[in-house]
């Protein structure tokens, strides 16, 4: 089905995508909304701005978070990650919207979940890598702050697991 805000009614999940990520996590994402009937909400949210303004159509107005620069930016899916998705949703029959949002992704995806009063929602975990590492280090991992900052289920897709015995870049 068609992308579309209105025609979401009933059960929801709320998935957490990046353009970065393998397609797993949708791949799941879909899974679990044909098992339990329920509509998808694609959202993806900018860390770097902060939102300004929510508009009727599900989009937000956003500014950067740097001060020098004072630029007005309507918040949308990348074109060819917005039309890789609708590759991966089209054929599912399934009801779903594509959101994307400026500010904390945790903090955003907890938000959409309370709106939409959904199920669960779905993130995947990050992959292995140095700048990974840092990036959680700093930042935090999404899916540990949704878990202990809201109050839907949350569903972790590996998208990179460690083999039995193997250290973890942590440890």
Do not use: C
Request: aromatic share 6%; proline share 8%; hydrophobic share 45%.
């Amino acid at each position: 089905m068609p992308e579309d805000e209105d025609a979401l009614s009933g059960p929801t999940l709320v998935v957490g995508v990046v353009p970065e990520q393998p397609d797993d996590v949708v791949l799941q994402a879909i899974r679990f909304a044909q098992m339990l009937g329920a509509s998808l909400v694609l959202a993806t949210a900018d860390a770097t701005r902060y939102t300004t303004e929510r508009n009727a159509d599900g989009s937000v107005t956003a500014f950067p978070i740097d001060p020098d620069s004072a630029e007005t930016i309507t918040e949308e899916f990348e074109p060819e990650f917005a039309e890789h998705l609708r590759h991966l949703l089209k054929p599912t029959g399934l009801v779903w919207t594509m959101r994307a949002v400026a500010g904390d992704p945790a903090h955003e995806l907890a938000r959409i979940a309370h709106e939409r009063d959904a199920l669960a929602i779905i993130v995947g975990t990050r992959q292995r890598g140095l700048r990974t590492t840092a990036h959680e280090f700093f930042n935090g991992s999404v899916a540990v702050h949704l878990a202990h900052r809201q109050h839907h289920p949350v569903i972790v897709i590996p998208l990179d697991p460690a083999v039995h015995g193997e250290r973890l870049p942590w440890e």
